[in-house]
């Protein structure tokens, strides 16, 4: 009689644990074919724009050269005129007087920005990609007023504003062992949460290679790091003010027709980015680009159609033909 009730006992404690083993399955299985558990990644995708040309100074730590050549702000964030006699002392819209004297250059490269901001206040602007029509590169393209980013699993290509420049960033892979150097140099991004991170090297050097508008040069040793994140818009539109401390204020994007849509309240996107070289810099320093939601609207901007650099009043070494192609 004991057996027989030791053994229905037992009966029931087993069916009960193998119920709750059956149970408990089904919910631990999916953490193990996902690795990435509930994370989402984050959409960049579409038009991004900002009410200046330039980045932003680091909340902390050393910072990009800047520019010496100064005027008054004449707008704000909304684009309403400021009164001259309180309005905030900026760089000049495209007069880039690099400010040689910033802790981050070594002695040859303050050299060099030095003699680039004295051809550039005798009114002989020096050579540089922008106004001789080249691509810009890494880090000096994102000063960029707008910028359209097309999101893929396998690639994320980023438009520039001006001259429709087009970068491509391959998506979790490493660089190869041996870069060959390009305009953009070789970019590899990965997400991390819902940050994306691209890395940057390979970058190619040579006389119109500058790492921003000042004619700071760079070697083959320049490394890129960007780091973009949706921000709130209230924050975006703060660090847009920000930018406009030390950036001039070019209203519904004078410089490209990229404007930001005033009707859009949803995030902005923010660049952190980092940059080091050995070979010219000190130290590595950083920089932010804020972005707000642009207006879909996107000229067609070609610099090598223009016979004549856009705004420094000389030639510019642009393809020509002998005769038209049609």
Partial sequence: ??????????????????????????????????????????????????????????????????????????????????????????????????????????????????KRSELELSGMPFPSARNQCWPEGVPAVLAAIGIRMLQQPDQ???????????????????????????????????????????????????????????????????HVVERYRLIDYEAAREDQIRGLKEHFHLPGGADSGVGIDPNYKGKGLQLHFTVEDEGVFTMPWSAIATYRRGLAFWPERVCAENLRATYVGRDSAVPRADKPDF
């Fill in 156 to 222: 994320i290509t980023i438009v520039y504003e001006y001259d429709n420049q087009v970068r491509r960033v391959r998506m979790n892979q490493p660089h190869p062992a041996q870069v060959t150097p390009s305009w953009y140099g070789d970019s590899v991004g990965h997400y991390e949460g819902d940050m994306l991170v691209i890395d940057t090297v390979g970058v190619k050097t040579g006389p119109l290679a500058m790492a921003d508008w000042f004619g700071t040069p760079f070697t083959d040793a320049l």
């Fill in 1 to 114: 009689m004991h057996r027989q009730r030791d053994f229905l006992l037992f009966l029931i404690v087993a069916t009960a644990t193998a119920t709750l083993v059956r149970t408990a399955t089904p919910a631990e299985s999916p953490a193990s074919t996902n690795p990435q558990g509930a994370i989402s990644i984050p959409d960049f995708s579409g038009v991004w724009a900002k009410p200046h040309l330039g980045i932003e100074q680091p909340l902390s730590g050393p910072g990009p050269v800047v520019n010496k050549f100064r005027v008054r702000q004449i707008f704000d964030i909304d684009g309403r005129p400021l009164p001259a006699a309180t309005a905030p002392l900026v760089g000049r819209f495209l007069q880039v007087v690099g400010d040689y004297t910033n802790p981050i250059l070594k002695p040859a490269a303050a050299e060099l920005v030095k």
